[in-house]
């Protein structure tokens, strides 16, 4: 019998067995029917009705075949009944040992993952350790054989946690339980900084690595960063990995906004190196196979980073491929699909919820770890209680449920002795007494999918552990802030992760300058980048409220000498903004500022004034006010090292050569204009023109250029342009005498 049988074949079978018999009776019919005419014919010499009675009653042969269509019949039946029940108990035992098998291969894959993150865990918390002190020892003082060989430690933990990682990633593959996550990230935050790990490891090989990222491509979007992380890195990895000379280009474009708000992603990682024969290609995607026998033995790898790669690229709804030639390089490339983040309820501002007083429960089997968090958590006014196991948890958050004395919070490790984490959370989301309270969860292993997953349950945040103490208090408020949401806004937002508090800090440490002059533009900007902020810059009133309107800002340094319309109307019309932007923080940033000017900032709500040349005490004393947070690596070079003016506190000995040239040809374009306002009488261009020379020499200790443009600026001011001409004279010749020096000071 076939051992494929299904349930409809066991129906036709039995069909067919029926139908055989109903022919068995119809052939036995008609035999006797012919059989009693011959008989008939034989004995009467003609076929009667007659003839048929007396061939009936004489002949005991035919009373033999009458009853043969009664044995077919019986026969027939009793053969499809018996075909019929032993392929039925053949269906039945074979859907069992499938069941069987199903419950034993569940069981199996299941202990398999969880025996995968069980031991991640354990393996990682060593090596994350051996990584520590590595980067420890590295900062001590070392010899330079004692630096190898810490180096190589180092580098021979990261790569074994990586196999760690694949390792783990493939078993949950196999066994069709890879998750994503759903959080609001910032992508081109996650694109950078997946590039900036690999930097070194391309620059140790002389290789340029480039990102480019397409001008409609959006910051902000919904899915998952890590293992979009994970994919740009493993591929940027290979393309180093194979290539020798060169570059490797990584580069983002937007492909289409789709239905449901989703935003379809073109991701491309070109590279000038090995290249890939055509019958290598079709291997590359399949499990420990890389180009040819001797790639492993030559580069090393596993194999697996590219198909978990594509395991996580058609997950996320996207496809994933190569374009290759021998000796020519490659392009892998893959799309993907993320959504477009919904709107935040405002409920989820950190500053909007006070945490003292809360009574909150820290449940973690590690005892430094929970004595650590106990003290931070007491630190912020907190009412604490703490316990080292899972099951002792529960019954005390149920013993307090109900009373005054209730816990608003529970923060737990996801390894709890006896009772996990997870399984503490689904306990007292399943129970109405405890429903309410705020649960975030922490662990020293996470593994990617179960943000997802915990969000589902009804936990509130997910933070690797540690939280870092400067994150700690945002991340509590902003855990504390769901409280106030409804169950589908809740699932809606998602889980509060590092990604939120990055978004968070990001809003609050992003500026927005206003300045139209280039020079001033270049040293701000890189005064603000070595300290850890980022800024967008508008070189108009009207580009300044457009941006205000379309984008959150920490700080607005505003000019108040802009070639459109002035900086008191631009504060005017960023204050009938509609919403929180209206009260966004502003600094005017001026040359000098009149009485009259600062009375006017006054009136606006203006109270900060920075005078150029900015001084770096000043500036900071400016940003420490207004309560900024860095999001920069402070350890981060600025794109220009400037060290115009020595009293500004930058470091350095002299101007820099590329801030000179932007000195020189915007200074050399402004006096152009100066002079044809003064020849038309227009007083408001030219006492904006000197009042931008006046500023931009400042950075140059150019005493007398900054004189003569401030007497110019005020002549204008006065509307006395019919005397001005020895003064601009004046200021041609201060002018072209600091451009020869600056010329010099530069070759």
């Known amino acids: 019998m076939n051992q494929s049988l299904r349930p409809e074949d066991l129906r036709l079978l039995r069909e067919r067995t029926s139908k055989y018999a109903v022919y068995g009776v119809y052939i036995a019919s008609v035999s006797v029917i012919i059989a009693t005419l011959l008989v008939s014919y034989v004995m009467q010499g003609t076929i009667s009705l007659e003839g048929i009675i007396i061939a009936q009653t004489s002949n005991i042969a035919l009373w033999t075949m009458d009853c043969m269509p009664f044995l077919f019949a019986m026969w027939g039946q009793y053969a499809s009944y018996r075909m019929a029940s032993d392929a039925d108990d053949y269906v039945k035992t074979k859907t069992q040992s499938l069941r069987d098998a199903l419950t034993r291969a569940d069981f199996t894959s299941k202990a398999k993952s969880d025996f995968f993150a069980k031991m991640s865990h354990e393996l990682r918390t060593p090596i994350n350790g051996i990584i520590g002190m590595s980067d420890l020892v590295l900062q001590t003082n070392l010899t330079g054989e004692q630096r190898r060989h810490v180096d190589i430690i180092k580098s021979s933990a990261s790569g074994l946690l990586s196999l760690i990682n694949d390792l783990l990633d493939f078993s949950k593959i196999e066994a069709g339980k890879l998750e994503l996550e759903e959080v609001e990230f910032n992508l081109r935050e996650c694109i950078e900084k997946s590039a900036t790990l690999l930097v070194q490891q391309a620059q140790v090989k002389g290789l340029t690595l480039t990102n480019l990222i397409q001008n409609d491509v959006p910051s902000r979007l919904t899915g998952d960063p890590g293992r979009l992380r994970q994919i740009i890195i493993n591929l940027l990895s290979n393309a180093i990995k194979f290539t020798h000379t060169g570059e490797v280009v990584l580069s983002v474009k937007k492909l289409q906004d789709e239905a449901d708000h989703r935003v379809r992603l073109h991701v491309e990682v070109a590279d000038t190196g090995v290249g890939i024969s055509a019958k290598a290609q079709a291997r590359l995607f399949q499990p420990y196979n890389q180009a040819d026998t001797s790639t492993s033995r030559r580069y090393g790898g596993t194999g697996l980073g590219l198909i978990i790669s594509k395991e996580l690229v058609e997950a996320m709804g996207g496809k994933i491929g190569v374009k290759s030639q021998e000796g020519k390089g490659s392009v892998f490339w893959f799309t993907t699909n993320f959504r477009n983040p919904v709107a935040v309820s405002a409920t989820r501002a950190p500053a909007q919820v006070d945490l003292r007083g809360l009574r909150v429960l820290v449940a973690d089997g590690n005892i430094p770890a929970r004595v650590s968090l106990v003290d931070q958590l007491k630190s912020l006014g907190m ?81 690797g552990k540690p939280i870092p103490p400067e994150d700690l208090e945002n991340a509590l408020k902003a855990v504390m802030a769901t409280r106030s949401l409804d169950e589908q806004e809740r699932l809606r937002t998602g889980l509060v992760t590092k990604y939120t508090l990055s978004g968070m800090r990001r809003k609050l440490s992003r500026l927005l300058l206003v300045e139209d002059s280039h020079i001033n533009q270049e ?50 019309a960023i204050h009938a903004l509609a919403g929180a932007r209206a009260k966004t923080p502003m600094v005017v940033v001026t040359a000098g500022a009149s009485d009259e000017e600062r009375a006017r900032c006054r009136a606006l709500g203006v109270e900060e004034i920075l005078i150029k040349p900015v001084e770096s005490a000043a500036l900071d004393e400016i940003l420490k006010r207004c309560h900024l947070s860095s999001d920069l690596p402070a350890e981060q070079s600025p794109p220009i090292a400037i060290s115009a003016v020595p009293s500004s506190g930058e470091e350095g000995d002299g101007p820099d050569s590329k801030l000179i040239e932007i000195f020189i040809k915007e200074a050399t374009q402004r006096l152009d204009s100066l002079r044809e306002a003064m020849a038309v009488n227009d007083t408001q261009r030219a006492a904006r023109e000197a009042h931008t020379l006046k500023s931009s020499s400042a950075y140059f200790q150019a005493t007398a250029m900054h004189e003569a443009a401030a007497h110019l600026e005020k002549m204008a001011d006065d509307g006395q342009l019919d005397k001005a001409k020895p003064v601009l004279e004046k200021l041609e010749k201060t002018y072209a005498r600091l451009r020869t020096s600056l010329t010099k000071s530069r070759n």
């Open 383 to 463: 009412e604490v209680q703490s316990i080292g196991n899972g099951t002792a948890a529960l019954q005390m958050i149920r013993s307090a449920a109900g009373t005054n004395y209730h816990f608003d919070m529970v923060l737990m490790d996801m390894f709890l002795p006896s009772l996990s984490g997870e399984e503490l959370g689904r306990e007292l989301k399943s129970n109405a007494e405890t429903r309410d309270t705020v649960l975030l969860i922490l662990t020293s292993a996470g593994v990617r999918g179960d943000a997802q997953r915990l969000n589902q349950l009804g936990f509130a945040g997910y933070f």
């Open 523 to 572: 040293i701000i900007l890189n005064m603000l980048y070595r300290r850890g902020y980022s800024a967008d810059v508008a070189d108009t009133g009207g580009t300044a409220i457009e941006a205000v309107s379309h984008q959150d800002y920490g700080l607005i340094l505003m000019d108040l000498h802009l070639p459109d319309i002035s900086g008191f109307e631009v504060i005017q």
